[in-house]
């Protein structure tokens, strides 16, 4: 499993304690220098349902700045992904990734379940 989070963001700390919690081992990854992959990406969009939204981080500076919200209604999905790749500000953080699921943004209750399932 791999964890993108970034040092300063309280839902990441949550995250990761309730990952040690449950005796959950990721590599940890600085999501501002090192965004996911587009093959992670791609395949965070299949565990999200293929919302693209979902994958942003709506609260950004970057995201307002740079005007996302309006811009995704016009870029393809393939386009959507590459600007993700490219700017790990505009990534919803906690994103974990792993070979069988993920999860983006840190709700307990989602993040149990999957604890529960055992899906990695």
Not at 31 to 46: D, I
Not at 77 to 100: C, D, H, M
């Amino acid at each position: 499993m791999r964890a993108y989070v970034y040092a300063q963001c309280e839902s990441c700390r949550k995250a990761l304690r309730f990952l040690r919690e449950q005796g959950i081992a990721v590599e940890e990854v600085p999501v501002r220098e090192t965004p996911p992959t587009l093959g992670e990406l791609s395949a965070m969009l299949g565990f999200v349902g293929g919302d693209v939204r979902r994958l942003f981080n709506t609260s950004g500076r970057d995201y307002r700045e740079q005007n996302v919200g309006e811009r995704l209604r016009e870029l393809t999905t393939e386009e959507a992904l590459a600007l993700l790749a490219t700017n790990g500000n505009l990534v919803k953080r906690p994103f974990l990734i792993g070979a069988a699921s993920g999860l983006v943004g840190f709700r307990p209750e989602e993040w149990e379940r999957w604890a529960r399932g055992g899906v990695r």
